[in-house]
């Protein structure tokens, strides 16, 4: 009976994982609808609401059982968006103190531009692109958090401990973000070494923003603050604020995130612990 439990619970989570990402490869390789007015690679992120729906159906669960409770909403977002502010306050100055020690004085610019790994993007600083930035940015982190985090750590920790099935589950957001890479080495932008080596910083990343991100789960009992740190990092912190200097725009991206997410994994990690210790 556990057995028969446990195979239906991975495959689940297996079966969801697979069709999302299989959605997810045809839009970024067939329709690049970033590559759009549009601008943005959310269509697959639609598909994987609905496909969350479906499931939440079809196992009896309820958006509230995944974390998405009523209670906590604005507190758990604020405190999500305090943690990316300050945590990317620190990796913006560390950002801006490399430039000036290259000899490269670099400055903060407001405007938005689709993330990319291998160039730089228009300046857009009309209000409707910050409006739409932000709208697709929240389909996309309820998408993620309500997938990676919600329902896979429901699923998965009914027959594995938490922090294995958190392990798992940041595993599988790694594996997620590899297409990015992928498409760059298959449009000509990387080479194959390039694009091992992004790919395996993308799954160490993204499994750090995953493992982070499951633990403010089980310390909150929602996905809000979770939510809201995801929210900052891909909003403000990649798609809004930018460090340019006479050499281009973000050319230490990767060290910005890479320097906030450790920031704020570790103390994410030692309230985790503390709670624990004290039995909260």
């Known amino acids: 009976m556990e057995r028969n439990i446990k195979g239906k619970s991975n495959n689940l989570c297996m079966i969801i994982f697979t069709f999302c990402l299989s959605v997810r490869f045809v839009e970024y390789f067939l329709i690049e609808t ?58 913006f100055g560390l950002e801006l103190a490399i430039s000036v020690l290259q000899g490269n004085p670099a400055h903060l610019e407001i405007y938005i531009s689709s993330f990319s790994l291998t160039d730089s993007q228009m300046k857009n600083t009309d209000f409707v692109f910050f409006l739409l930035c932000v709208l697709f940015n929240i389909v996309n982190v309820w998408m993620e958090e309500g997938v990676f985090r919600g329902l896979f750590l429901k699923m998965l920790s009914k027959t594995k401990p938490f922090m294995q099935s958190n392990f798992i589950a940041a ?6 973000h590899i297409v990015m890479p992928i498409r760059s080495y298959v449009n000509g932008e990387m080479s194959f070494a390039a694009m091992v080596l992004m790919g395996i910083g993308y799954i160490i990343l993204a499994g750090i923003m995953g493992i982070k991100w499951g633990l403010l789960y089980r310390i909150t009992g929602n996905l809000w603050a979770g939510l809201g740190d995801h929210l900052f990092n891909n909003t403000i912190a990649t798609n809004m604020l930018h460090v340019v200097s006479q050499n281009g725009a973000d050319e230490l991206q990767i060290v910005r995130i890479m320097a906030a997410q450790i920031i704020s994994f570790v103390i994410v990690l030692m309230v985790y612990y503390y709670k624990n210790r004290n039995g909260n």
């Open 171 to 176: 595993f599988l957001f790694g594996i997620w």
């Open 34 to 91: 970033d590559k759009t007015a549009i601008g943005e690679n959310v269509l697959h992120k639609v598909v994987g609401i609905i496909l969350l729906a479906l499931a939440l159906k079809k196992t009896d669960l309820t958006w509230r059982d995944i974390g998405f409770q009523k209670n906590g909403f604005v507190s758990g977002i604020l405190k999500g968006l305090l943690l990316g502010s300050v945590c990317f306050a620190v990796s």
